[in-house]
């Protein structure tokens, strides 16, 4: 008897925040892998704030849009169930980018293999995984933070910045957050050691809430959400300032384009740098950063916490919580059991 795969595919482009309606869950038979294939069975699943772009029709993009009727786009680990490719073995775990579903084949080009006594294999898609490395590379190459520094990071308790925030503390540098919620507010100072941090929700005037917080300046500003968080930290950058652009959350479900201020003249005098960056840029590297956050991670330098929604069916209500802020840490649905 063949098994049922459930997908969820584009139902509607979104206007604003996605809705449970601009996803269909439909049921497939499972797919048998051909010459060269393997079948693999999603146990984690990850929702990723880039998903939302991938929902619109803008072309020009690094990767092309999801079509209606399409599977949705994602990452996932999964365990190998039925393998005709000598590169695996039935039992193996794998991350790849499988998309929205119960069961996925792969011809093994780009999966990567997860070893679970490494760490717990969920993490493959969080600190170990694409969240991690853009943490790593974003701060330690785009920003280049030295001792002593201060680094400033916006969307501080999601799974990229609470990674920010780690590595800038153990390369020994003073670390402030900004998130949007007291139990996160919370997390970051008492949880990850950062050196203080503002819940922006809470707060009026983000530039005066700097000024206070941060008196020595800002020398390195991670950008997880743009707008106007952003538009108040350029104030408060120090000579010599580094901004990694990694993300402008706060744009992405918009339905007018938002006009800030310009505010670009503080960047003359103090001559700042600021570089837009995609973690696909590294990976050449993704073994360096492997390895040294493996270890961070096995010697409790680097801790990460994961917010877990279960059962695929919850995998649109999983994504949009993400999108407004409900999770902290790393955004994952379980599947199915290891
Ligand atoms: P995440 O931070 O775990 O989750 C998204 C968070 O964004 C939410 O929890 C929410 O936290 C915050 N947020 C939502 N709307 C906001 C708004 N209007 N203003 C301020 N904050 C808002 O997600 P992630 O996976 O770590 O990604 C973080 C950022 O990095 C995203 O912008 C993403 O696009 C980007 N990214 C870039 C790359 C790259 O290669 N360049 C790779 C991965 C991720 P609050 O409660 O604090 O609002
Ligand atoms: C992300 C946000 C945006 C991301 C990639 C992009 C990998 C790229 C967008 C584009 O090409 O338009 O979080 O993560």
Known sequence: MSKTNRQFVLASRPSGYPKESDFNLIEAPVSNPSDGQLL???????????????????????????????????????????SKNPNFKEGEIVQGNLGWQEYGISNGEELIKVNPDIAPISTALGILGMPGLTAYFGLFDICQPKAEETVLVSGAAGAVGSIVGQLAKIEGCRVVGIAGTDQKINYLLEGLGFDAAFNYKKTE?????????????????FDNVGGEITDAVFPNLNLGARIAICGQISQYNLTEPQLGPRLFQYFIVKRIRMQGFLVFDFINRYQEGLQRMTKWLHSDKLKYHETIVEGFENTPTAFINMLKGGNIGKQLVKVSDL
């Not at 699943?45 to 994602?74: C, F, H, I, K, W």
């Not at 983000?206 to 390195?220: I, M, W």
């Open 40 to 82: 693999i069975r999603t146990i984690f699943l990850s929702v990723d704030p880039y998903m939302r772009g991938r929902m619109n029709n803008n072309r020009g993009s690094y990767a092309p849009p999801v079509e209606n009727g399409q599977v949705m786009t994602g990452g996932i680990v999964g365990e190998v169930v039925q």
């Open 205 to 221: 005037n983000y530039r005066h809430k700097l000024k206070k917080l941060v008196p020595q300046g800002t020398d390195v500003y």
